[in-house]
């Protein structure tokens, strides 16, 4: 089997990993104003240091920061945007699991200005990650344009600033653009663009809230990879792109199901990425038929071990599952990792940092006897 020497690699991880307990107490200590910033940021390089060296332990060829310097995956990145402000009110998203309900509380999003990139957002923070990753590949994540809308509807631009959508979409797609053109100015050669809602959609639950608020539910998906491939037109040959797409990670709840059906041929053939890290830890993902739609030169990095939970799977079941899946990709287009992040939010899932460095060996010695 071809050994993969550019991500996504046979043995792969989202991005986000558990916050070490100096950093959430140097956090709660800047919240309180009792340090301040310089003293916050020197606690995240030394939390980001002990990031890299636990993935490089672990056998992984690709390293990320950990999302040690934000609070959620999508938001801090979203509010850098110029033109784009939190709302007054409160956003709530729903999650479940087998223990019960929650839900995320955010503020709303409000596009108050035409919306445009006024600097290069976590361009320091992936600096000090490239300058600590050595020989492996730093990784930078970041939320797809996608997540904006999704995240906003119709009723977050103000009809003083966009009265047609279409203008927004450009001037978000041009945002984006630029930003990617100023990473890979900084040497960014791996870049994961995270959309949950290109998994959501699947959902007829989640098809139905988009109705109710405006939008065309039954078309979204093929409006949200057209400005994805509006964002990534220009962005420089050396580098990597891919997406993340799950049915939501807070705290080990999640909150959409449902099968890649629904947006699987659109996706594999049309978005222009690299691969796809797909979640695939559970029933609520579906089988492996959508697969089918993949192309060649296209990668699926199957995300078949879950950070929901500490209990670690068994490499039998694991293989087994990756033969299940090669009945439709070819086993060469496919690659291993958890279903997703670690930490999504900072707060992060229920299993502690040896389940996690153990679930992340686990998928190294997979891959490892899997692929060679």
Known sequence: ???????????????????????????????AGRI???????????????????QRDAGLKSVTDGEFRRTSWHMDFIYELGG???GSESLQVSFKNAAGETSFTSAALH????????????GEAYSFLAAQAGDSVAKLTIPSPSMVHYRGGPAMLDPAVYCDPEPFWADLSAAYAEEVRRLGALGC?????????????????????????????????????????????GRPDTMVVTTH?????????????????????????????????????????G??????????????????????????????????????????????????????????????NKLTVDDEIAKLR???EVAEEVWG
Request: net charge negative; with cysteine; glycine share 6%.
């Open 1 to 31: 089997m071809e050994l993969r020497t550019t991500p996504p690699f046979r043995a792969d991880h989202v991005g986000s990993l558990l916050r070490p307990p100096e950093l959430l107490s140097a956090r709660a200590e800047f919240a």
């Open 36 to 54: 301040g910033a310089g003293a916050l940021k020197a606690a995240e390089d030394r939390a980001i240091a002990w990031a890299v060296a636990l």
């Open 84 to 86: 784009i402000e939190p």
């Open 111 to 122: 596009v108050t200005g035409p919306v445009r990139l006024e600097h290069t957002i976590f």
């Open 189 to 233: 050669r791996y870049l994961q663009l995270d959309d949950t809602s290109l998994a959501y959609l699947n959902d007829p639950a989640q098809r139905a809230m988009l109705s109710a608020r405006g939008d065309d539910a039954e078309h979204q998906h093929l409006r949200y990879i057209r400005q994805i491939n509006a964002a990534l037109a």
């Open 245 to 285: 797409s799950c049915r939501g990670n807070f705290q080990s709840y999640w909150a959409a199901e449902g099968s890649y059906d629904f947006v699987a041929e659109a996706l594999f053939n049309e978005l222009d990425v690299d691969g796809f890290f797909l979640e695939y830890d559970d029933e609520r993902s």
């Open 287 to 348: 089988g492996f038929e959508p697969l089918r739609f993949l192309p060649k030169g296209k990668v699926v990095v199957l995300g078949l071990v879950t950070t929901k939970r500490g209990e670690l799977e068994s490499k039998d079941a694991l293989k087994a599952r990756i033969e299940e899946a090669a009945r439709f990709a070819p086993i060469e287009q496919l690659c291993l990792s958890p279903q997703c992040g670690f930490s999504s939010t900072v707060e992060g």
């Open 362 to 364: 686990l998928i190294v």
